[in-house]
T-cell receptor, first 113, second 113 residues
Framework: SQTIHQWPATLVQPVGSPLSLECTVEGTSNPNLYWYRQAAGRGLQLLFYSVGIGQISSEVPQNLSASRPQDRQFILSSKKLLLSDSGFYLC????????????FGDGTRLSIL | KNQVEQSPQSLIILEGKNCTLQCNYTVSPFSNLRWYKQDTGRGPVSLTIMTFSENTKSNGRYTATLDADTKQSSLHITASQLSDSASYICVVRERSNDYKLSFGAGTTVTVRA
């Protein structure tokens, strides 16, 4: 069966520090991968998606970047965190095509001090 | 701009009672609509998917309806249980768009004994 792992579960970082959140998927190949941010009282905001290794599309301009060094690994990064980067970050995967659902990880709660 | 509006924002119900959540959308062209359940501190999990030709679909005590003409959907929870306490998110997908989803802000349901 397929599983998605996202870590860390919680993270507290000072303003200006770097960030690296990792997401890995098991049990499937060539998945579409997604990074979302979820703010309280608002819908999930798509940050990045990837349809293959090294292929990254950004949805909104921001202080973050994403990379996909391996087929089932998706990394969210920042060189210098801002206070506004605080939030709940979710990674998801989906089989390409058809009406397959997105499968979400359990998220990372990021707090910037 | 594609939008998904959910109501109510939150509700409290007694264990064993029923409730109905609403979702209105403007996404076009429409492909499908999913309801997700998100437990606190976890990632969303798909409950049901509704395509253009479907009016009603059940998953256990959850029943989703879709009126594609009025662009409205509902999620009915029957005989609520404490484990139904969660956020319920309506997600609409555009036709011919594999990655672009529109998320509602969710309805937070609290079931009390």
């Amino acid at each position: 069966s397929q599983t998605i792992h996202q870590w860390p579960a919680t993270l507290v970082q000072p303003v200006g520090s770097p960030l690296s959140l990792e997401c890995t998927v098991e049990g499937t190949s060539n998945p579409n991968l997604y990074w979302y941010r979820q703010a309280a009282g608002r819908g999930l905001q798509l940050l990045f998606y990837s349809v293959g290794i090294g292929q990254i599309s950004s949805e909104v301009p921001q202080n973050l970047s994403a990379s996909r060094p391996q087929d089932r690994q998706f990394i969210l990064s920042s060189k210098k965190l801002l206070l506004s980067d605080s939030g709940f970050y979710l990674c998801a995967w989906r089989s390409p095509g058809g009406d397959q659902p997105q499968h979400f990880g359990d998220g990372t709660r990021l707090s910037i001090l | 701009k594609n939008q998904v509006e959910q109501s109510p924002q939150s509700l409290i119900i007694l264990e064993g009672k029923n409730c109905t959540l609403q979702c209105n959308y403007t996404v076009s062209p429409f492909s499908n609509l999913r309801w997700y359940k998100q437990d606190t501190g976890r990632g969303p999990v798909s409950l049901t998917i509704m395509t253009f030709s479907e009016n009603t679909k059940s998953n256990g005590r959850y029943t989703a309806t879709l009126d594609a003409d009025t662009k409205q959907s509902s999620l009915h929870i029957t005989a609520s249980q404490l484990s139904d306490s969660a956020s319920y998110i309506c997600v609409v997908r555009e036709r011919s768009n594999d990655y672009k989803l529109s998320f509602g802000a969710g309805t937070t349901v609290t079931v009390r004994a």
